[in-house]
């Protein structure tokens, strides 16, 4: 040994630093990956294992195979079901994208009061379901609802009954559904809009273009993300409808606003549970929303 490395003594062992600043990237990262795989990936590796199985927590798992998938195309509530979810879909994207886009054009413009009314378009999204579904159903009511009773007094005899009927049950939740989140959506197309540049509107009003050719040619072309963005975050919840559906007509009257996965809470929770039947529909539903969103990513790309 020479004489300089016996002054500096034994060569201490150790992580490199990269190897350290990797151990510390992923300790930031474990408690997140740990919750996502304990609540969310294991779950639906499990879920996926039971649907191939018939069992109801209790007796002994029995793997069945593709029994569940068979029963379910031929069972008339899950078609009814499936339908209802598509209805759903359906109507309440285009509806939701073209409301939350004009009070976002109307807020985005210069108008006395626009930082209350935003405060005010945004609040049924964050107010409780419960008290914003109750007020929805006195608004509503077929009896002394004030909505029917302005109806009335406009001179309609046969009145609606929303949510009590069931050929307007659907349509009253999907307006409800509209008009809860739309304030959220809208958020998102004011930040969309506030980063277009004021000089392409002036370009465009030079050339001639009125009010509609410049939102035709400029606006949308220029916040073509955000739609795109909104569209799946729509597009997702609307197939994942619950909530709305519980509190305005619990899947009622009858079957009418029945959708999946209410028809997946009442096969596990309701009545003698059937966990690998549900979680058979919860695989239906996860591939018809896999599909619609790379449908919808493959034709952003296409078109970007």
Request: hydrophobic residues 50%.
């Given at each position: 040994m020479?004489?300089?490395?016996a002054?500096?003594?034994p060569?201490?062992?150790g992580l ?5 600043e990797?151990?510390i ?5 474990a408690p ?5 795989a304990?609540?969310?990936?294991v779950?639906v590796v499990?879920a ?8 109801d927590g ?10 569940n ?5 031929k069972e008339?509530?899950?078609?009814e ?5 598509v209805v759903y879909?359906?109507?309440n994207v ?15 413009s ?17 107010a409780s379901?419960?008290?914003v ?8 009511s ?8 302005i109806?009335s ?14 050929d ?8 409800f559904?509209?008009w ?8 998102i ?6 980063g277009?540049?004021?000089e392409?509107y002036?370009?465009a009003?030079l050339?001639g273009?009125?009010k509609w050719q410049?939102?035709v040619?400029?606006?949308l072309?220029?916040i073509?993300?955000?739609?795109f ?7 997702i ?6 909530n ?6 619990q899947g009622?009257?009858?079957t ?7 028809k997946?809470?009442?096969?596990a ?12 529909i919860?695989?239906?539903?996860f ?6 969103t790379?449908i ?8 970007s």
């Amino acid at each position: 040994m020479s004489k300089a490395a016996a002054a500096q003594g034994p060569r201490k062992k150790g992580l490199s630093k990269s190897a350290r600043e990797t151990l510390i990237a992923y300790s930031f990262i474990a408690p997140n990956f740990i919750g996502f795989a304990v609540f969310t990936l294991v779950p639906v590796v499990w879920a996926f294992v039971l649907a191939f199985t018939k069992w109801d927590g209790v007796n002994a798992m029995e793997f069945v195979w593709f029994d569940n998938f068979i029963r379910m195309f031929k069972e008339k509530e899950f078609l009814e079901a499936l339908w209802h979810t598509v209805v759903y879909v359906v109507c309440n994207v285009p509806l939701t994208l073209v409301f939350s886009l004009a009070l976002a054009l109307l807020l985005n413009s210069k108008i006395r009061g626009r930082n209350f009314f935003r405060t005010v378009s945004f609040f049924p999204y964050v107010a409780s379901l419960v008290a914003v579904a109750a007020v929805w159903n006195f608004l509503f009511s077929p009896a002394f609802g004030p909505v029917n009773q302005i109806l009335s007094s406009l001179g309609v005899q046969n009145l609606p009954k929303w949510a009590a009927g069931k050929d307007t049950a659907m349509l009253t939740v999907i307006l409800f559904s509209v008009w809860k989140n739309m304030g959220y959506y809208m958020v998102i197309f004011l930040a969309g809009l506030q980063g277009v540049n004021p000089e392409l509107y002036e370009a465009a009003s030079l050339d001639g273009a009125n009010k509609w050719q410049q939102f035709v040619n400029v606006t949308l072309p220029q916040i073509s993300p955000t739609t795109f963005f909104v569209t799946i975050m729509v597009m997702i919840s609307s197939f994942k409808v619950y909530n709305e559906v519980y509190m305005i007509t619990q899947g009622g009257p009858g079957t009418s606003t029945l959708v999946l996965v209410y028809k997946i809470y009442n096969e596990a929770f309701v009545g003698p549970p059937e966990y690998g039947y549900a979680c058979a529909i919860s695989m239906v539903l996860f591939a018809m929303v896999l599909i619609v969103t790379l449908i919808q990513f493959r034709g952003e790309k296409k078109y970007s």
